[in-house]
């Protein structure tokens, strides 16, 4: 599937910074069945380009002069894999291993180590092979945590999600990544965008869990789409990986001045069918 993105963050200040440091994940990853066809990123600043640990595009910009107004556009055409629940051989530095260790919004309690329990049952992280113990567990998130926008924010852990039964595809991501740590199994917060023809204010967010004996024990990640209820699948657009959203955030930043700060986010995707390279 061919997916043209649109995607502009605008800050703006009452108060002009005078200083302003943005770090940008906003270029697809070029793994995981996807290949950028053309991709651009139009932001104001002096800029450094990097790559991270986990192997995602990182780049950095600066301004030193006295602003008001900080506009970032990222646009472009991504093709995607028609395959859902597509098997994705390991792509950075970081072992899978390093994914099963909770951080401080993964972290378990009594709620989250039952849910992963009832969901996961007794079977070893080492011997999973296929995705159904793992779509039973999205299925059961799911069911346990509505999508509620504006209930949560990006502090909110994934106990007091699971507690409050509300929140977003971030803080559903986030349920299944310290369920799946509670049992052992290495999970992997993704950063992207999702096909909807419509216009939305903000990026979407999924988990991909480790399957140690797939692709004939090679092992392999598998996507989890909790939101839809679904395996990822050709409508998903990869930017980042990530322990949890502070590893793959698509944009995050200081300034130094600029009070009364106003964030507007845009995102547009649209989709049409891929045509064969001739």
Known sequence: ????????????????????????????????????????????????????????????????????????????QVE??????????????VPPLAFALPTSLTEADAAIEALAAEALGDTPWGALAGPEPLQALA??????????????????TAAEVLQQGQGVCQDMAHVFLACCRARGIPARYVSGYL???????????????????ARGGAGAWIGFDVTHQRMAGPELCRLAVGRDFADASPMRGIHVGGGGEALSVRVAVQGSEAVADQ
Do not use: C
Request: net charge negative; aromatic share 12%.
């Open 1 to 76: 599937m061919l997916l043209d993105i649109r995607h502009e963050t605008l800050y703006r200040y009452a108060v002009p910074a005078s200083y302003s440091l943005q770090y940008m994940r906003l270029w697809p990853r070029a793994d995981g069945g996807q290949r950028v066809l053309n991709w651009r990123i139009d932001a104001p600043g002096r800029r450094w380009a990097q790559t991270d640990a986990y192997g995602n595009a990182v780049f950095v910009t600066s301004l030193t002069d006295k602003h008001d107004v900080i506009r970032v556009v990222a646009q472009g």
């Open 80 to 93: 995607t894999s028609d395959e859902r629940g597509l098997l994705l051989p390991h792509d950075s530095a």
């Open 139 to 156: 299925d059961a998130i799911y069911q346990r945590v509505a999508y509620v926008q504006g209930v949560t924010d990006v502090f909110h």
């Open 195 to 213: 096909l909807t023809d419509a216009t939305h204010a903000a990026s979407h967010a999924w988990a991909e869990a480790w399957l140690p004996q």
